[in-house]
């Protein structure tokens, strides 16, 4: 009897760390992040590049950003480079953990001309999302929306990525966490750079 309740007493902790690690996983958006990065870092979410030159919204000059000091650039104003732009939020754990990958990636085209990065708060609380940067040392670009977005570029999904083409073609699009980090995006943009 005694042996019986030392197993089932042993059970039951186990059972009950269980559900406090999902409880935790659940609703602490920061440890949701880590558990969605680890399984970034071991592929299971790189993003899918197919070929998509969908040609480009109607007028470029509508779609614009502005970052913290209120400076306003249209997509049109970046025509002849390729455009990552990726939707975010400091609250969403997928965009949290797919932002190591966006910030190793973004180092390595951050003094390439011909790469431009628009990292757009959904939010558009700047105070938050540079203080988010700041904390992780990020040095990416950290934008607002300064217009609508056509329905084709951004549904609402955090997050979302869109990559232009030279052209102002969207070449590709992706929602969801993903490692954009991996050789094969890398290669991918690096292709992207070569088209006129």
């Known amino acids: 009897m005694i042996k019986i309740k030392k197993q ?3 059970k039951n902790i186990f059972n009950g760390l269980w559900i406090a690690l999902l409880l935790v996983i659940i609703f602490m958006p920061a440890a949701k992040a880590m558990v969605i990065r680890g399984l ?57 953990a797919e932002m190591p990958s ?25 105070s938050k999302s540079q203080a988010y940067m700041d904390r992780k040392k990020y040095k990416m670009p950290v934008y607002a929306f300064a217009s609508d977005l056509p329905e084709k570029i951004f ?12 052209k102002g073609r969207i070449s590709f699009q992706g929602e969801g966490a993903a490692n954009y980090a991996s050789s094969k995006f890398i290669n991918f943009i690096k292709q992207l750079k070569t088209i006129d």
């Open 102 to 126: 966006i910030n190793k990636f973004y180092e390595q085209f951050k003094e390439d001309g011909d790469v431009v990065f628009i990292m757009v708060d959904a939010d558009g609380d700047f």
């Open 155 to 166: 549904k609402g999904s955090l997050p979302t990525t869109v990559v232009f083409d030279k």
């Open 8 to 10: 089932l007493t042993r």
């Open 40 to 96: 970034i870092e071991v592929g299971l979410f790189n993003p899918a590049i197919k070929p998509n030159n969908t040609a480009a919204p109607s007028d470029l000059t509508t779609i614009k950003f502005k970052d913290a000091k209120g400076k306003v650039i249209s997509l049109a104003d970046l025509k002849g480079k390729v455009i990552f732009l990726n939707f975010w939020a400091t609250w969403c754990p997928p965009c949290l």
